[in-house]
């Protein structure tokens, strides 16, 4: 992506592109022409399974007011003990929690890019794949990569079991 098209774009999904760009990242974000602020959306968007898509949400962590991200498999619900376990007691997180700490809007946000460094966990269930995607820092924007490319994007965070068990095949 060159700066013109950078320029182009909403100002989150701008900070995702720099974010991967300066991270070497191969994949550019894509604005889809629909929104896509569940992982269902995204899938049905993208083409892809619902697994595929890695949902960042985000937890307030009670003892110092700081944002816990969880990227999870879209087809996986978080087991907020696992959670509170790995990070000490969590709470949820309202909208106005979430935009302050991300600088993203619920139904946009990227593992990437925060206004303040998280805390993140990774939830191995991801690794099921070979190529997910993540939201862009928009509704309408996501991008391509791979699971293992979570925790050079993110800075090293750990991939951990934070999910619920699957629900059992009928």
């Not at 697994?51 to 816990?68: E, H, L, T, Y």
């Not at 794949?129 to 925790?151: K, M, N, S, T, Y």
């Amino acid at each position: 992506m060159c700066g013109a098209e950078l320029h182009a774009l909403p100002e989150g999904v701008q900070r995702v592109a720099r974010h991967l760009q300066a991270a070497g990242h191969p994949h550019a974000p894509r604005m889809l022409d629909d929104a896509a602020r569940t992982a269902q959306q995204a899938a049905d968007a993208l083409g892809i399974a619902l697994g595929q898509i890695a949902k960042s949400i985000i937890f307030r962590r009670k003892a110092d007011d700081v944002a816990v991200l969880v990227i999870t498999s879209g087809d996986r619900r978080v087991d907020e003990k696992k959670v509170d376990a790995l990070v000490g007691k969590t709470g949820r997180a309202d909208a106005d929690f979430v935009k302050a700490k991300t600088g993203f809007s619920i139904g946009g946000v990227s593992p990437v890019a925060h206004a303040e460094k998280p805390v993140v966990l990774i939830d191995a269930e991801l690794f099921r794949f070979d190529e997910i995607w993540a939201a862009a820092g928009h509704p309408h924007a996501v991008f391509r990569l791979q699971p293992q490319d979570l925790a050079t994007l993110t800075g090293g965070a750990p991939v951990a079991d934070v999910v619920q068990p699957p629900p059992a095949a009928a």
